[in-house]
């Protein structure tokens, strides 16, 4: 069993945490540290790590507490470097397409398309279940067999975005910006129809932009395309 809870997935904060059997594993820490604990259903000193994807706040604004509590906390050296936290004992420096283990999680980064320093996602193992992890990237290029369990971005649908920068609701560097590093409605539709989903048995949709995104029309249209359980986080 892998269970994951969401402590919140925008712009404005991303944090999850995986459970299976005893262990526990935090996917990224984009809200303060009371936020976070108030979230979590179990302690931090529990945690077996924390990895961060890349170093933008919405997804690593606790980490200097979470090094504070002695959490382990994974990252690229670039990630690190633009955290300004390289040389802590608890930060450990991970490296895309090197496989990596956290207590007995299995973990493999890879690189993602951003506009940060060293981004990665994360093909997360355990046991049976075996997790993609993508978010904060323009798509995706990476092809994993045997996923059961699929984490992945859902920024904004295009034409949604195209209307609110027609009408002023969004400034056109801003949609620029976004059509750059983030993944939309159509590019994972298109990932999800290049991959082979037998044996993904959840879908979590993650980072919808408030302006931008229909949450109902993104779980529909991604419910039909794969006929599995899909959760907006
Ligand atoms: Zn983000
Ligand atoms: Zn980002």
Redesign the pocket.
Known sequence: MLEITSIGSS?RG?CYLLQSGDSSLLLEC?FSIKEIRAGLPVRISSLDGCLISHE?K??SKAIRDLLRMAVDCYMTEGTAGALGIADHHRGHTIVAGKVMKVSDWTILPYPTIHDASEPVGFVIQKGKNKLLYA??TRYLNVTVAGITHLMVECNYILDLLKENTASGLVPRSVKNRVLRTHMGLDTLIKYLRKINTKTIKQIWLL?LSDLNSDEERILKTVQGITGKEVIIA
Do not use: E, I
């Open positions: 712009s991303n984009g933008h919405d997804h978010t904060d980072h």
